[in-house]
């Protein structure tokens, strides 16, 4: 049973647009999210990440929602650009020291 | 740089013939990790550890195994690999109180 899921396998967007990448989560417990970058034959790259007791965190082009009522993640990026096209992990931590992470979203940015 | 290498990068093996992927980190980290990716499934933990001597189970343990002989070597062993090992690997650490990871390059290991 996954407790993070990215129901959106893939995501196509115009260069200079908004991206949005969404997760959804099961397991209240968890208290620490994180997004990371993915380019082929590479291994994931840190993004951006969000406590549980914040709604928003923010740096440059890219922005984390957390809706804890709701148990869903969102990562926002603007605007677009096409070395943005990868694959994005959301992962979720919980009391202790691992990570669940969700299936992964394709982003394709077209110029 | 800092920066997390693995080893090799590609292997393809028959099932049986135990192998050894190997992981090392130059960030002086004492958390390090192995996952396992699958298509739409993730990344999965298989072991951590905390520290030197100290391994602990991740989410799909069976069939592999772990040693923390060193603070920056972390090898994942397939004593006995079958096909449904077959998974791109990554081998990941980072500092105790920090939760963002360095990830190493991955390893696809191909059993057939």
């Given at each position: 049973d996954q407790q993070v899921k990215q129901n959106s396998p893939s995501l196509s967007v115009q260069e200079g647009r908004i991206s949005i990448l969404n997760c959804d989560y099961t397991n209240s417990m968890f208290d620490y999210f994180l997004w990371y970058k993915k380019y082929p034959a590479e291994g994931p790259t840190f993004l951006i990440s969000i406590s549980s007791i914040k709604d928003k965190n923010e740096d440059g082009r890219f922005t984390v929602f957390l809706n804890k009522s709701a148990k869903h993640l969102s990562l926002h990026i603007v605007p677009s650009q096409p070395g943005d096209s990868a694959v994005y992990f959301c992962a979720a931590k919980k009391e202790g020291n691992m990570l669940t992470f969700g299936g992964g979203t394709r982003l394709m940015v077209k110029p | 740089e800092a920066q997390v290498t693995q080893n090799p990068r590609y292997l393809i093996t028959v099932t049986g013939k135990k192998l050894t992927v190997t992981c090392s980190q130059?960030?002086?980290?004492e958390y390090m990790s192995w996952y396992r990716q699958d298509p739409g499934l993730g990344l999965r933990q298989i072991y951590y550890s905390m520290n030197v001597e100290v391994t602990d189970k991740g989410d799909v343990p069976e069939g592999y195994k772990v040693s923390r002989k060193e603070k920056r070597n972390f090898p994942l062993i397939l004593e006995s690999p079958s096909p449904n090992q077959t998974s791109l690997y990554f081998c990941a650490s980072r500092e105790t109180a920090i939760y963002e990871q360095y990830f190493g390059p991955g390893t696809r290991l191909t059993v057939t």
């Amino acid at each position: 049973d996954q407790q993070v899921k990215q129901n959106s396998p893939s995501l196509s967007v115009q260069e200079g647009r908004i991206s949005i990448l969404n997760c959804d989560y099961t397991n209240s417990m968890f208290d620490y999210f994180l997004w990371y970058k993915k380019y082929p034959a590479e291994g994931p790259t840190f993004l951006i990440s969000i406590s549980s007791i914040k709604d928003k965190n923010e740096d440059g082009r890219f922005t984390v929602f957390l809706n804890k009522s709701a148990k869903h993640l969102s990562l926002h990026i603007v605007p677009s650009q096409p070395g943005d096209s990868a694959v994005y992990f959301c992962a979720a931590k919980k009391e202790g020291n691992m990570l669940t992470f969700g299936g992964g979203t394709r982003l394709m940015v077209k110029p | 740089e800092a920066q997390v290498t693995q080893n090799p990068r590609y292997l393809i093996t028959v099932t049986g013939k135990k192998l050894t992927v190997t992981c090392s980190q130059n960030m002086n980290h004492e958390y390090m990790s192995w996952y396992r990716q699958d298509p739409g499934l993730g990344l999965r933990q298989i072991y951590y550890s905390m520290n030197v001597e100290v391994t602990d189970k991740g989410d799909v343990p069976e069939g592999y195994k772990v040693s923390r002989k060193e603070k920056r070597n972390f090898p994942l062993i397939l004593e006995s690999p079958s096909p449904n090992q077959t998974s791109l690997y990554f081998c990941a650490s980072r500092e105790t109180a920090i939760y963002e990871q360095y990830f190493g390059p991955g390893t696809r290991l191909t059993v057939t």
